[in-house]
């Protein structure tokens, strides 16, 4: 178990190790399931957290550890909770194998067609400027769109759902509106993005974005799902962005809503072509999102059996019936 910043992380040790005093070893007694114990011991973190003083790091320590009571069941039904929560483990193990076999397989799609180059071979794709097929409309604010941010995962949230408050100046008159479908870059650097986030705006209502935002028009919406889902990729991203964008000294970017429309790309520019591979991305994402969803049912629930059973409200004999 960590007692040191990520207090009350629990893993079982597969191997003998040395460590840091940042970590303690717990070794169960005999009549302790080990797998129980670390189910029980996870259930405390917050709790745990809570112990711990809070000076430049969080710190837990022995003293403060060894008073914990827990509810003890008898052995073999600690067995039965294990097994029983270890279920639920497997089913959540294979739901995240699965959702990343979707994922490579919809980011292998990207590789093949926009950042190997291959789609240059194939007839009706042009390496395009995109001037060509994106336009900056200009429409600010009317006063009655919520202010909204762009996220890596998320694409256009709003703004106070997603940070917890808004950043947006008292006075939002000079904001830029964003259309259903409109894409939208934000030059600020987050993590695999050092030069900025380019989205596409699913969101159905006109919403508003700070106007150091760029905001353009697709020459088609399905265009703009396949340059969403171009963009999406941290590589092409910054492939994209490199040669267009001045850094200054504070990590800085310094970019024109022209000049980001300077840079060219391969895409195609067959409306039917455009519509069969906007198809084709949109079925891969929803289906994602589908199993995504279902992971976090699977998690609900788990996290539900655990409070249920590690409190002993729910009690299981040795053949397996709840009580």
């Known amino acids: 178990m960590t007692i040191a ?23 169960p007694k005999d009549f302790i399931d080990r797998r129980w114990l670390r189910y029980c011991l996870n259930s405390l973190k917050f709790y745990l957290e809570s112990l711990a003083p809070q000076n430049a790091q969080a710190n837990l320590n022995l003293k403060l550890l060894r008073p914990i009571e827990l509810n003890l069941p008898p052995f073999p039904e600690q067995k039965v909770i294990a097994d029983t929560l270890s279920t639920w483990d497997a089913a959540i193990e294979k739901m995240e194998r699965l959702i990343t076999a979707k994922e490579t397989l919809l980011n292998g799609l990207g590789h093949r067609f926009f950042i190997r180059g291959n789609a240059g071979v194939i007839s009706k794709w042009n390496l395009t400027p995109l001037c060509e097929v994106l336009k900056e409309h200009g429409d600010l604010s009317t006063g ?21 408050r808004s950043y947006a100046a008292a006075d939002t008159s000079n904001y830029n509106r964003v259309h259903f479908g409109d894409i939208v870059y934000t030059k600020s650097p987050t993590g695999d993005f050092p030069l900025g986030i380019i989205k596409q705006s699913s969101v159905e209502q006109d919403v508003i974005v700070s106007p150091l935002y760029g905001v353009f028009t697709p020459a088609a919406f399905e265009l703009g799902v396949i340059l969403d889902f171009l963009f999406s990729s941290p590589v092409s991203t910054k492939n994209y962005l490199n040669p267009l964008v001045q850094k200054g000294a504070k990590n800085t970017i310094s970019i024109t809503n022209s000049g980001f429309l300077r840079g060219k790309l391969w895409l195609p520019m067959d409306s039917s072509e455009q519509k069969k591979l906007c198809d084709l991305i949109q079925t891969a994402r ?38």
Do not use: P
């Open 144 to 164: 009655a769109e919520t202010v909204y941010s762009v996220s890596v995962h998320k694409g256009l949230v709003d703004q106070v759902e997603h940070l917890g």
């Open 5 to 27: 910043a990520n207090v009350g992380d629990v893993a079982e040790a597969e191997f003998e190790f040395a460590c840091t005093d940042s970590i303690v070893a717990i070794i």
């Open 286 to 323: 929803s289906e994602i999102r589908a199993l995504q969803a279902l992971l976090e049912k699977l998690h609900s629930q788990k996290r539900g059996l655990m409070q249920k059973l590690l409190t002993g409200l729910w009690r299981i004999n040795t053949h397996g019936d709840r009580k």
